[in-house]
T-cell receptor, first 112, second 118 residues
């Protein structure tokens, strides 16, 4: 089955700097890769997603890149702000299943 | 759009009690609903997948007689934790998605239920 690894587990940056979180997946059939942001005690919120027919997608300060050959995908946050502080989860799934396999999460702290 | 409502948000009850958690998709028809369990500072662990009108598919290691799932309509799924014990205390989150738009669609999460068994 699918296995998703996520690094780093914690990430501290200064406000205004960029943050990058990386994930790798094992199942070559995976074709959908969402990213969720979860604040303490709250629901995971979808912030961006990418499908396997696209290599990069951007939404304002957030971008996601996908390397299908290497089975890597990454989240990039530019001009970080304190309100970006949260736990971020990557996930992967394939067309054959609706199941999302989540990474272990990255705790991002943005210091003013 | 894509709002998922989950309640109750917080339950404290005695050991041996059964607890029912509801998950509703408010503005879309959820062909599939998912139930997760999340321990503090850990990732989401999928417990089961339910499709409307059919039996839930449980992940390995999840007791189906302990965690009863019903998906009676395209907008409602319930999780019942039967005869709950302290080790069942956790944060339970549901999510819903719809294949009506074709292909993989995002899962939208409820607010979660914090279950504490005394």
């Amino acid at each position: 089955g699918e296995n998703v690894e996520q690094h780093p587990s914690t990430l501290s940056v200064q406000e205004g700097d960029s943050a990058v979180i990386k994930c790798t997946y094992s199942d070559s059939a995976s074709n959908y890769f969402p990213w969720y942001k979860q604040e303490l005690g709250k629901r995971p919120q979808l912030i961006i997603d990418i499908r396997s027919n696209v290599g990069e997608k951007k939404d304002q300060r957030i971008a996601v890149t996908l390397n299908k050959t290497a089975k890597h995908f990454s989240l990039h946050i530019t001009e970080t702000q304190p309100e970006d502080s949260a736990v971020y989860f990557c996930a992967a799934t394939s067309y054959n299943t609706d199941k999302l396999i989540f990474g272990t999460g990255t705790r991002l702290q943005v210091f003013p | 759009g894509a709002v998922v409502s989950q309640h109750p948000s917080w339950v404290i009850c005695k050991s041996g009690t059964s607890v029912k958690i509801e998950c509703r998709s408010l503005d879309f028809q959820a062909t599939t609903m998912f139930w997760y369990r999340q321990f503090p500072k850990q990732s989401l662990m999928l417990m089961a997948t339910s499709n409307e009108g059919s039996k839930a598919t449980y992940e390995q290691g999840v007791e189906k007689d302990k965690f009863l799932i019903n998906h009676a309509s395209l907008t409602l799924s319930t999780l019942t934790v039967t005869s709950a014990h302290p080790e069942d205390s956790s944060f339970y989150i549901c999510s819903a998605s719809s294949r009506q738009l074709g292909g993989n669609q995002p899962q939208h999460f409820g607010d979660g239920t914090r279950l504490s068994i005394l």
